[in-house]
Antibody, heavy 120, light 111 residues
Framework: QVQLQESGPGLVKPSQTLSLTCTVS??????????WSWIRQPAGKGLEWIGR???????NYNPSLKSRVTISVDTSKNQFSLKLSSVTAADTAVYYC????????????WGQGTLVTVSS | QSALTQPASVSGSPGQSITISCTGT?????????VSWYQQHPGKAPKLMIY???KRPSGVSNRFSGSKSGNTASLTISGLQAEDEADYYC???????????FGTGTKVTVL
């Protein structure tokens, strides 16, 4: 059974960089044609797709965040990571990592989510 | 890329059937059979309930079914149960600048 677990600071100061890691267990991040995504959800609001990475390292980002987002993968640690720069209070949200079972979507496995608050 | 449109809330009594709509455009819902639905209980991660418009992952109750007509997809929950009370989100593959778009979300209340 595949499991995903987010980790990283729960509090980030404005203008700094938010950094999160998703550790995948129960399967290799390199096996299969899976796409690994970051998705966020502000309190009381809907889901927003941030970006994804394929095991080859190719990435796609939400245009609304593209200038500030970097997603990378470390296959040796079975992890992928998110960096979001120049954060503001609007970036405060629960951040989820998720596996897309195909290129076309279908998020079949999710992490439990981690709350990141942007505040001084 | 605008979010897909869902009703803010839908309610029903135990045992009844309810349907949640998800309206997009020909660039997303209408153009591809890659609509998925997620159930989210408070404080929990979303759970995949339907994918590819009408397919159910292993372990998901057959009380949940999906369909699509034109630019609108639908999730039907039959035999409504108290445990079905949750937020539901649709999602679609899209040919726009971002590969995925989510719906605005629907709160289902079991009366």
């Amino acid at each position: 059974q595949v499991q995903l677990q987010e980790s990283g600071p729960g509090l980030v100061k404005p203008s700094q960089t938010l950094s999160l890691t998703c550790t995948v267990s129960g399967g290799s991040i390199s096996s299969g044609s899976y796409y690994w995504s970051w998705i966020r959800q502000p309190a009381g609001k809907g889901l927003e797709w941030i970006g994804r990475i394929y095991t080859s390292g190719s990435t796609n980002y939400n245009p609304s965040l593209k200038s500030r987002v970097t997603i990378s993968v470390d296959t040796s640690k079975n992890q992928f990571s998110l960096k979001l720069s120049s954060v503001t209070a609007a970036d405060t949200a629960v951040y989820y990592c998720a596996r897309a079972g195909s290129y076309y979507g279908r998020f079949d496995y999710w992490g439990q989510g981690t709350l990141v608050t942007v505040s001084s | 890329q605008s979010a897909l449109t869902q009703p803010a809330s839908v309610s029903g009594s135990p045992g009844q059937s309810i349907t949640i709509s998800c309206t997009g455009t020909s660039s997303d819902v209408g153009g591809y059979n890659y609509v998925s639905w997620y159930q989210q209980h408070p404080g929990k991660a979303p759970k995949l309930m339907i994918y590819d418009v009408s397919k159910r992952p292993s372990g998901v109750s057959n009380r949940f079914s999906g369909s699509k007509s034109g630019n609108t997809a639908s999730l039907t929950i039959s035999g409504l149960q108290a445990e079905d009370e949750a937020d539901y989100y649709c999602s679609s593959y899209t040919s726009s600048s971002t590969p995925y778009v989510f719906g605005t979300g629907t709160k289902v209340t079991v009366l």
